[in-house]
T-cell receptor
């Protein structure tokens, strides 16, 4: 089946620093990837839709200057949390659809990144 | 607008007993429904989907879900629960207004006790 690799699986950083999270589709090309944030005991919150070769589409309330998304190739999207603060600590998950913009296709998820900002 | 509801925050089932995790939806038009499972500190794994056809959909790990149009439900079921089924389960519906993003239920924690 389709595999999405997310790296790192966990990261601890100091307040004010930036952290980059990578999301790769290993055996398929993903023109669109999604970035989610998950708070403890809560559902997924869509942060942004990452489109290959163009600017990401951010959901309302998500700061695009703080959460930088780059989708430079059909297999790689990155999320950079800039000037991280403790309130940015969370579980971040990326996903991609193997069959592009298809209503029928399930999304394939990375294993997530646990970010802790001290 | 599309929406999904999972009315139970947590479901407790004894090992070997049948389990049901409930999901109801609200969509305009034909629904595209999905179930995902999340194990601790992991991403989500696709379990099954309903697009059209047979109302009983079979998926991974012995799970199945029954689509009921009159009740607008898509409950997840398994005839005999395993302790390893303990996880967080999410129901989702395709958001036809926003291309193919998913609208997620709040999730239901399933606890299987030995």
């Amino acid at each position: 089946g389709a595999v999405v690799s997310q790296h790192p699986s966990w990261v601890i950083c100091k307040s004010g620093t930036s952290v980059k999270i990578e999301c790769r589709s290993l055996d398929f090309q993903a023109t669109t990837m999604f970035w989610y944030r998950q708070f403890p005991k809560q559902s997924l919150m869509l942060m942004a839709t990452s489109n290959e070769g163009s600017k990401a589409t951010y959901e309302q309330g998500v700061e695009k200057d703080k959460f930088l998304i780059n989708h430079a190739s059909l297999t790689l999207s990155t999320l950079t949390v800039t000037s991280a603060h403790p309130e940015d600590s969370s579980f971040y998950i990326c996903s991609a659809g193997k069959e592009g913009r298809s209503y029928n296709s399930p999304l394939h998820f990375g294993n997530g990144t646990r970010l802790t900002v001290t | 607008a599309q929406s999904v509801a999972q009315p139970e925050d947590q479901v407790n089932v004894a090992e070997g007993n049948p389990l049901t995790v409930k999901c109801t939806y609200s969509v305009s038009g034909n629904p595209y429904l999905f179930w995902y499972v999340q194990y601790p500190n992991r991403g989500l794994q696709f379990l099954l989907k309903y697009i059209t056809g047979d109302n009983l959909v079979k998926g991974s790990y012995g799970f199945e879900a029954e689509f009921n149009k009159s009740q607008t439900s898509f409950h997840l079921k398994k005839p005999s629960a395993l302790v390893s089924d303990s996880a967080l389960y999410f129901c989702a519906v395709r958001d036809l207004d926003s291309n193919y993003q998913l609208i997620w239920g709040a999730g239901t924690k399933l606890i299987i006790k030995p």
